[in-house]
C-alpha cells in the first residue's frame, strides 16, 4: 500500500534530478561560449562577474549532483565533437 507512495516520490525525484541535468548542460554551453567569446580564462571571467550574475551562478550550480553530471556530459560531448572532427 505504502510503495506507490515511494515509487511516487521517487519518480518525481529522477525526473527533477533529469530536468536539472539539462538546465545545467545548457547553462555550461552558454557560459563556456561567453567565456570563449571574451577570450577570458575562467578565473578572470569570474572575477568580472557582475553581483547579479554571481548570484545566478550560485543558484544554477546550488544542485550540485546535476551539476557534476551535467559537466561530465558537457565534456565527454565536447571531447567526441573534437576527435570526430579530427579524425
Known amino acids: 500500500m505504502e510503495s506507490w507512495i515511494i515509487w511516487t516520490i521517487g519518480s518525481c525525484l529522477v525526473a527533477y534530478f533529469i530536468f536539472m541535468v539539462v538546465i545545467q548542460y ?3 554551453g ?3 561560449k561567453k567565456q570563449h567569446k571574451n577570450g577570458e580564462e575562467q578565473n578572470a571571467y569570474y572575477e ?3 553581483f547579479e550574475e554571481e548570484q545566478l551562478h550560485y543558484r544554477m550550480q546550488s544542485f550540485w ?11 565527454m560531448v565536447r571531447l567526441f565533437k573534437k576527435n570526430s572532427t579530427t579524425a
Do not use: D
Open 48 to 50: 568580472k562577474m557582475s
Open 26 to 28: 545548457q547553462y555550461l
Open 65 to 75: 549532483p546535476a551539476a557534476a553530471v551535467a559537466a561530465l556530459i558537457y565534456k
Open 30 to 32: 552558454e557560459l563556456r
